[in-house]
């Protein structure tokens, strides 16, 4: 069974750019979350989707971030514009949709702002 | 004060060592418990889950859930150096949705 596919794996860019990511998700998997991960810390939940629509978002800092899950399969996630401290990994899982399930993360895409 | 709190480390062994880390959390409501490990540049992968209190085992590996205390733990057994990575704890309130993640404990098995 393929995993979680993400990319770009890296991105450099600088601050007030703009960037976008893309997620594959496990194939089945209704449910897909992205995550934040900055350095040393753990992923903090930005956006949970189930099939193509939004479950929660209220940590997504909705005035830059923006993302979407057309036809209920990859998804986007996309910063405009970028500043310093969006500087971290960004992490997309799935799962399936009810009962006890394990979210598979993807390799997840490395971002720098400069 | 977060949700789930987590000493980051580094933790050094030597190899063989037995390795204990923990979490310990303020919400109430976290039924699933969760170890993910984490080797650099990689996504988390899951190690073990428990639901509720109690232990549970599988080889090396074993999760321990304290409710009343509000305190998990992760025991590693014969540690090897492939065992190094980061060790994340996450927490849910319904049934491995909606993590909240620990900060992490860096491990480091020397040979």
């Known amino acids: 069974e393929a995993g979680v596919a993400q990319s770009p794996r890296y991105k450099i860019i600088e601050k007030r750019q703009s960037v976008a990511f893309w997620c594959n998700p496990i194939?089945?998997?209704?449910?897909l979350y992205w995550y934040q991960q900055i350095l040393g810390q753990g992923p903090k939940l930005l956006i949970q989707?189930?099939?193509?629509?939004?479950?929660?978002d209220s940590q997504l800092p909705k005035d830059r971030f923006s993302a979407e899950r057309l036809k209920g399969v990859d998804s986007t996630l996309k910063i405009q514009p970028a500043k310093l401290e969006d500087s971290a990994v960004y992490l997309c899982?799935?799962?399936?949709?009810?009962?006890?399930?394990?979210?598979?993360f993807g390799p997840g895409t490395r971002l720098t702002v400069t | 004060q977060k949700e789930v709190e987590q000493d980051p480390g580094p933790l050094s062994v030597p190899e063989g060592a037995i390795v204990s880390l923990n979490c310990t959390y303020s919400?109430?409501?976290?039924?699933?418990f969760m170890w993910y490990r984490q080797y650099s540049r990689k996504g988390p992968e899951l190690l073990m889950y428990?639901?509720?209190?109690g232990n549970k085992e599988d080889g090396r590996f074993t999760a321990q859930v304290d409710k009343s205390s509000k305190y998990i733990s992760l025991f590693i057994r014969d540690s090897q150096p492939s065992d190094s990575a980061t060790y994340l704890c996450?927490?849910?309130?319904?049934?491995?949705?909606?993590?909240?993640f620990g900060g992490g404990t860096r491990l480091m098995v020397k040979p």
């Open positions: 194939s089945g998997h209704a449910t």
């Open positions: 996450a927490m849910s309130d319904n049934a491995g949705n909606m993590l909240t």
């Open positions: 899982a799935s799962r399936r949709t009810s009962g006890w399930y394990e979210q598979y």
């Open positions: 428990t639901y509720s209190s």
């Open positions: 989707f189930q099939n193509n629509g939004v479950v929660d």
């Open positions: 919400n109430s409501a976290f039924q699933y």
